[in-house]
């Protein structure tokens, strides 16, 4: 899925790379419920991202014995490994900033990279790695034109991302504090979606 490739977000109104997926309270998903998904890739073919508030009980340490990466330093062997998305959940994704050069990444925008190559990893773990990185198994995907049905059903928010929650908000705020940048409280929102 991700190459070696610098893909930019296009300058179409409705292009939703680099933006937050914000689930309505009503969508009660297994994966997606109260989710925040950051989208890496969306055109004509589809969309994916990676959901970033949902952790595992999986931890760094424990993906790098896994593997079989020799650790060295004093590297967050304790970092969570998040729950990505329901799509190919036994392959790793890291999202992180700033991109870097690696084997297999897909630049998301000019602060921002997603990578699966092993590199990555191995830099991680051994303090040579990105300032700020994002571990997730599995990735949220949907087909050509499935997102945006989703999204005329009430079933999503969406808005520009913003990486600090990305990286530095508390996990348990980020669904929260994501949909408090368009000026919504979900607190507020009834579980029944309705069309106006």
């Not at 893909?7 to 790379?17: G, H, I, P, R, W």
């Not at 036994?90 to 590199?119: C, M, Y």
């Not at 005329?152 to 520009?160: E, K, Q």
Request: charged share 20%; hydrophobic share 40%; aromatic share 8%.
């Amino acid at each position: 899925m991700v190459e070696n490739k610098q893909k930019e977000a296009s300058s179409s109104s409705y292009n939703l790379t680099g933006h937050f997926l914000i689930a309505m309270p009503a969508l009660n998903d297994d994966f997606f419920n109260r989710a925040v998904t950051y989208i890496c890739e969306h055109d004509e073919t589809g969309s994916f991202g990676i959901i970033i508030n949902q952790e595992t009980d999986i931890t760094l340490k424990q993906v790098a014995k896994e593997m079989k990466i020799a650790t060295e330093g004093n590297h967050n062997e304790n970092q969570s490994v998040f729950i990505g998305g329901p799509v190919d959940q036994g392959r790793g994704f890291i999202l992180h900033r700033p991109p870097g050069e690696w084997q297999s990444s897909l630049k998301v925008n000019d602060n921002i990279a997603l990578t699966t190559s092993k590199d990555i990893l191995q830099a991680i773990v051994n303090n040579q790695g990105p300032a700020d990185s994002l571990v997730a198994l599995g990735y949220a995907g949907w087909s050509a034109g499935q997102l945006e049905n989703e999204m005329a059903n009430n079933t999503w928010l969406s808005c520009p991302a913003d990486e600090q929650i990305i990286f530095n908000t508390p996990i348990e705020e980020r669904w929260k504090a994501a949909a408090k940048l368009i000026g919504i409280d979900l607190s507020l929102l009834s579980n029944d979606a309705g069309h106006a």
